[in-house]
């Protein structure tokens, strides 16, 4: 049985160079971070749905999929916050390695974390998206009702309120999501893409 | 800037079926389970090389990039060694949701991590491939000379010699290294994902 199948190989694993030529495209992690209510994951949702029907690959890791599965053994201690982007950071790299456009929409609010995750991943592979939005605009959003919350206590050491938010100092892009519509904040990134070469442009 | 690209979208995240259109074949999670010399890591890239010429997108996950990466901060406590395949668990389902056809190379010994990785997943999403050789064959080949070590008491609780092997009860497929060529357990991987309509049959 199964030796009708003809299978022919070369030595080793499939490289990621295989993958992307499979795949038609470059990979790399698109890095959304920014204040509660900024806007990264609709903005990272904005941006898969154009890269989809480009056909590009990608994947949206964010607190769905992690914080309830590979992540759901983490706190919100200040350690158990670090290992929690360690963590996306490390399985980024597996979906960049597998070809793959990694979509990351966290909070991600501390410079050292996202370093180490830049680090983690070689050159050109890690692209830092700030969504920035005013604090206050945020407040005003507040779609999770998260603000309310922190602001009367209920919620300690939230972001922007009680706790840090270390803006990027050299972010590969800035998308101010309080200025512009969401087409327009999607443009810039695909824009973004297209000029550094990660996607073909379109005819 | 940006306006001239034109994005359109539906609401909410790309979906996996969404993913799987774009590949053109259903994912899953091959979880290669064996004693360490049964072949798990070669039949893998065999797997994946004769997957990747028919244009499957693939991913193997193995020693060299889980646990130099997402879990170099676990050891080979009872506990640990729990952690370290519910992690690659919670990976593969994230590719699998990705659309891609992930292969994992760890002896997993246990069954219930095993039957823990299966229940992350959806019917059908979890293929347990028992790769079967005799301790002795595994013994004799002993490519990393990790059984020497072992006979010798220098390494402690090896699979097989001082550890137990919890052979899997219920595999989709068991393949039997000591007995036919790799070529054909590789076939009889192809031949199997073929008539379960994972991919599709070549012409």
Same mark, same amino acid.
């Given at each position: 049985?199964?030796?009708?199948?003809?299978?022919?190989?070369?030595?080793?694993?499939?490289?990621?160079?295989?993958?992307?030529?499979?795949?038609?495209?470059?990979?790399?992690?698109?890095?959304?971070?920014?204040?509660?209510?900024?806007?990264?994951?609709?903005?990272?949702?904005? +941006?898969?749905?154009?890269?989809?029907?480009?056909?590009?690959?990608?994947?949206?890791?964010?607190?769905?999929?992690?914080?309830?599965?590979?992540?759901?053994?983490?706190?919100?201690?200040?350690?158990?916050?670090?290992?929690?982007?360690?963590?996306?950071?490390?399985?980024?790299?597996?979906?960049?390695?597998?070809?793959?456009?990694?979509?990351?929409?966290?909070?991600?609010?501390?410079?050292?974390?996202?370093?180490? +995750?830049?680090?983690?991943?070689?050159?050109?592979?890690?692209?830092?998206?700030?969504?920035?939005?005013?604090?206050?605009?945020?407040?005003?959003?507040?779609?999770?009702?998260?603000?309310?919350?922190?602001?009367?206590?209920?919620?300690?050491?939230?972001?922007?309120?009680?706790?840090?938010?270390?803006?990027?100092?050299?972010?590969?892009?800035?998308?101010?999501?309080?200025?512009?519509?969401?087409?327009?904040?999607?443009?810039?990134?695909?824009?973004?893409?297209?000029?550094?070469?990660?996607?073909?442009?379109?005819?």
């Amino acid at each position: 049985m199964g030796k009708a199948t003809n299978i022919t190989w070369h030595e080793g694993k499939v490289t990621k160079e295989e993958r992307q030529k499979l795949k038609g495209h470059k990979s790399a992690v698109l890095w959304f971070t920014g204040l509660s209510g900024a806007g990264k994951s609709t903005l990272s949702v904005a +941006v898969e749905q154009a890269l989809y029907n480009r056909g590009i690959h990608t994947y949206i890791l964010d607190g769905d999929n992690v914080r309830h599965g590979l992540n759901n053994n983490l706190g919100f201690s200040h350690e158990d916050r670090k290992e929690n982007i360690r963590r996306i950071g490390e399985v980024s790299k597996l979906f960049v390695d597998a070809g793959i456009m990694a979509l990351t929409a966290f909070i991600s609010p501390y410079r050292d974390d996202r370093d180490l +995750v830049r680090r983690l991943v070689k050159d050109g592979e890690f692209i830092e998206i700030y969504v920035k939005c005013s604090l206050s605009e945020c407040e005003r959003r507040d779609p999770k009702g998260l603000y309310k919350k922190a602001r009367s206590g209920e919620i300690k050491g939230f972001t922007g309120i009680d706790a840090p938010y270390e803006a990027p100092k050299h972010p590969e892009l800035v998308i101010e999501t309080d200025r512009q519509p969401l087409e327009d904040s999607a443009a810039q990134v695909i824009h973004y893409l297209e000029e550094k070469g990660y996607i073909k442009k379109q005819a």
